[in-house]
């Protein structure tokens, strides 16, 4: 039994709250578990130089962790870690649309994380992709665009073996001990996107991965699920 009483191949209580701010395009709590994240899209009439002329958008995402979010005070950070979080958190979200459809806009995601136990960086992701769902169906109901381009559904999730056993969905106590540490990103589609993984206390084989993988991909899968409900939620209110 783990230290919340969950199975190993049980993801932590799952719950997607939409509409959450009452100003952002789109907008959401999620909360994974002790985990929490406010998931925000913004919307901007531009794209990084790199883009201009070519008529097609793109998704960028923030990441940050509020102070007191963890249970000692964590200084605010803009560099360095959560740099690199920022990025796999956008290149995963850009995964699920067709940014050529975008016209040459900008959906900016901030993922600030109020409450932490692990897993902040996966929780962004899924968050995030029901925000910004929710910000191009009000664009659509608003005459900017004529479809929503979505792709795929995106979720995330980590993994990891701890004390010799792989795990799903990894709260903070596991994974400040886990031997081997994933982050997976997958599509509705079964797809990967992206997978982050560390031998952290010793080297795994194949075999292990495989296992890790598997576990990774039943979560996902009731990621989506729930992602699916809040879909259903935000097109009821519009």
């Known amino acids: 039994m783990r230290v ?3 199975r190993n191949d049980e993801i932590r209580p799952l719950k997607i709250r939409t509409s959450y701010l009452a100003h952002a395009e789109g ?10 994240v406010i998931c925000a899209v ?11 002329g070519e008529g097609r958008g793109w998704i960028t995402a923030e990441y940050s962790m509020l102070p007191r ?3 000692t005070r964590t ?15 956008g290149r995963s979200l850009r995964a699920g649309f067709d940014l050529s459809l975008l016209g040459e806009r900008t959906l900016i995601v901030d993922c600030d994380v109020i409450q932490a136990d692990g897993g902040t960086r996966t929780a962004s992701v899924s968050g995030g992709w029901v925000a ?17 381009p979505v792709k795929n559904i995106v979720a995330a999730v980590s993994v990891g073996i701890v004390d010799g056993l792989p795990m799903l969905d990894l709260c903070y106590e596991e994974d400040v001990r886990a031997d081997v540490d994933l982050n997976v990103v997958m599509t509705d589609r079964g797809e990967f996107v992206e997978i982050q993984g560390t031998g952290e206390g010793r080297a795994f084989d194949r075999d292990e991965l495989s296992e890790l993988l598997k576990l990774a991909e039943k979560g996902i899968k009731e990621i989506i699920s729930c ?8 097109e009821g209110k519009l």
């Open 227 to 234: 992602q699916r409900k809040a879909i259903e939620e935000i």
């Open 132 to 148: 910004i769902y929710q910000a191009l169906l009000r664009m659509k109901e608003m005459g900017e665009i004529n479809t929503i």
């Open 27 to 36: 907008s959401v709590l999620i909360e994974m578990g002790m985990t929490k």
């Open 42 to 52: 913004s919307v901007e009439e531009r794209v990084p130089p790199f883009l201009k």
């Open 69 to 71: 979010s963890t249970i």
């Open 4 to 6: 919340d009483g969950r």
């Open 75 to 89: 200084p605010r950070e803009m560099g360095g870690r959560n740099y690199e979080i920022r990025r796999f958190i």
